[in-house]
């Protein structure tokens, strides 16, 4: 203890035997020392904060992308319901004009047949123009999707048939239709109008 008084008193009297600039020298040198050690003491902690920083801000993105991709596919789903459902109200929409036609369509068909046939200029052209509308008539119902239902000589079928009459008719056979009172239609596969039909027995 006493060795170590010494010392310290020699290195007291070094110090005070220095100029000014070797002290000065010496006190940088010194916290140069002690700022490198902080230094490399808080290595480690640094690098430990970064790797946490990258996990979190990676953790981060995954939600996101995950957030992103639930909302574009709900965008998705969204979107072909809206056409759907578009799709279904203007069939919707077509079904109910659509309907109100047939009975046009009926008279129509009622006027070309009972048209008589006649040489009179006026009267056959008359009968070819009513024919001649009734045929555009049908061909845009056509073409907006509507087609007769065959009944005639078919199997009874409620799906696209209504029975309003019975008959015996051993030539047919048993539950077919003998006979069709009023025209039925589809519209794109569905029955906008059943067949009134006369049914064998």
Request: no cysteine.
């Amino acid at each position: 203890m006493a060795k170590n008084k010494h010392k310290h008193e020699r290195e007291d009297r070094a110090e005070q035997t220095l100029t000014p600039e070797e002290a000065a020298a010496k006190a940088a040198a010194e916290a140069a020392e002690a700022l490198a050690a902080e230094e490399e003491a808080s290595e480690p902690v640094k690098e430990e904060a970064e790797e946490k920083t990258d996990k979190a801000a990676e953790a981060e993105i995954e939600g996101l992308t995950d957030r992103l991709k639930r909302t574009l596919a709900e965008f998705e789903n969204f979107r072909k319901r809206s056409e759907r459902e578009k799709a279904q109200m203007f069939d919707l929409g077509a079904k109910s004009v659509l309907e109100k036609l047939l009975p046009v369509i009926d008279n129509f068909e009622r006027s070309v047949a009972q048209a008589p046939e006649s040489e009179d200029p006026g009267i056959k052209s008359y009968a070819e123009g009513m024919e001649m509308i009734y045929r555009q008539l049908l061909k845009n119902m056509k073409e907006a999707g509507v087609e007769p239902i065959d009944a005639k000589g078919k199997p009874f079928d409620p799906t696209y048939h209504n029975a309003v009459m019975h008959e015996e008719n051993e030539e047919l056979g048993e539950n077919v239709v003998a006979e069709e009172l009023q025209k039925g239609y589809l519209y794109k596969d569905s029955v906008l109008r059943h067949s009134m039909v006369k049914v064998a027995n």
